[in-house]
């Protein structure tokens, strides 16, 4: 079998392609914003002292991780009209993958969280620091520091999701190149470039958030 | 709270600047501090000994509230710190309360668990700004003052991690003294240091005690340093004072077996 790759025909989509690049990236950024919070938040109920919530939050995060992500953008989007709830693919798409993000970075957090040494609370509490300055200003900018590789990797986790929401309909990069396909019958020079151009953006997002992790060590001094 | 009336604050006659009244804390099973009553008196230094696990940090941790009580009442200038008034009894204290009295009390750890990503003088501008709400040139001076006290002005920009244990140890003592506490807790301060570097803590330790009228508390393994300096020294055992005298008469006199056998096992160590 020869590979009837053509120029013409891939340089002619390109422009298509590139163009639903940007609504990739935007779907990515908007799901790792929401999972940024939504994390967060997971992350610190269940760190409180509220009896019951901690279970919850933890039965849920599990739950969410134990389950495929496009049977949870099919749930939101689907079975959402059933109770009222009438989303636009777009809509429903990032509540799902900010969800199903949120639930990994809360993980991400709470390791970081808990690498903070207790001693570290304990000073916190023998200068009387408030708990507000003492998440703040002293157990966050250290957390972190543990955290971003794992962050990182979800970043560009989330962007390599981001294809799942072509199943509902958001038409983002795989989108255009499986209707680019089947209006051209030729499937080889769309489905090539959008690996192509995944790995552009992929490999670059990696590399930059190793130099942001250096950069953040050095900037708080725990590394010189 | 059978048996023993634990007033809601004490009388001006009778108010030390620490009290511990019939304090117990237990882990578990394990009673680590057993009806402990303790007072320590303003401008006093007091040093406490002990086997490990005879409670002497316990008794710091708890006055720092970094652990809670599950018996007695432990007093600060003369208010109640594990528990609050209300409707007339003492209840266990919130944390808006033991805030409010733990305010007075600074202490200093075997691990001196200062803030990585904070320079040395930051460190010791921390709470006084955050805390204390003293304008950010107010607490340079303060911090300044002190690290020069400590002899680490010259550091003031350095992270932690670029410092030796012993001048670690020394901001965090300055941190501590940044808060203008009434009393100040030493728990093992030399303990995590090279032989060659106790020397500077004590040093700093000795003028504080010279200079200051400063309630201390250290608990510490250096029998020496504690005979020099203290106005008493307490010896644990079993989670309650054995025995405690002025340093001359514990050192030299020991009445009890324990404070005895104690003494001579660390003798043998040196």
Sequence with gaps: MMLDWRWDFALAILPRLLAATISTLLAALIGYAIAMVLGLLLALAQRATIPGLQ????????????TPLVLQIFFVFYVGPQFGINLSPWVAGMIAL?????CYLSEVYRAGIDAVPRGQWEACKALNLSVRRTYLGIIFPQALA???PGMGNYLVGILKDT?????????????????????NYRYLEPFTLVGLIFLFISLPTAGLVRLFERRLRVGLGLQT | MTGVAYPLELEPTDRPMVRFMNVSKSYGDLKV??????DVAEGEMVSIIGPSGS??????????????????VIYVDGKPLSHMPRNGVLVPADERHQRRIRSSIGMCFQQFNLFPHMTAIQNCMEGPVQVLGLSRQEARERSEELLTMVGMIDKRDQHPSRLSGGQQQRVAIARAL???PKVMLFDEVTSALDPEVIGEVTGVIRKLVAEHNLTMIMVTHQMGFARDISDRVCFFYGGSIEEQAAPQALF??????????FLSAVKEAV
């Excluded at chain 1, 294809?163 to 499986?178: D, T």
């Excluded at chain 2, 501090?33 to 303790?38: A, M, N, P, V």
């Design chain 1, 55 to 66: 279970r919850v939050i933890r039965e849920l995060v599990e739950f969410v991780r134990s």
């Design chain 2, 178 to 180: 940044a808060m203008r």
């Design chain 1, 98 to 102: 900010g969800l199903h993000y949120s």
């Design chain 2, 55 to 72: 409670g002497k940090t316990t008794v710091l941790r708890t006055l720092m509230t970094l652990e809670t009580i599950n018996e007695g």
């Design chain 1, 163 to 183: 294809p799942m929401l072509s199943v509902i309909g958001v038409a983002e990069l795989m989108h255009a190149a499986n209707a680019i396909g089947s209006q």
């Design chain 1, 146 to 148: 543990t955290a971003v």
């Design chain 2, 33 to 38: 501090i057993k009806h402990l009553d303790f």
């Design chain 2, 252 to 261: 030299g006199n020991p009445q009890r077996d324990r404070t005895r056998q």
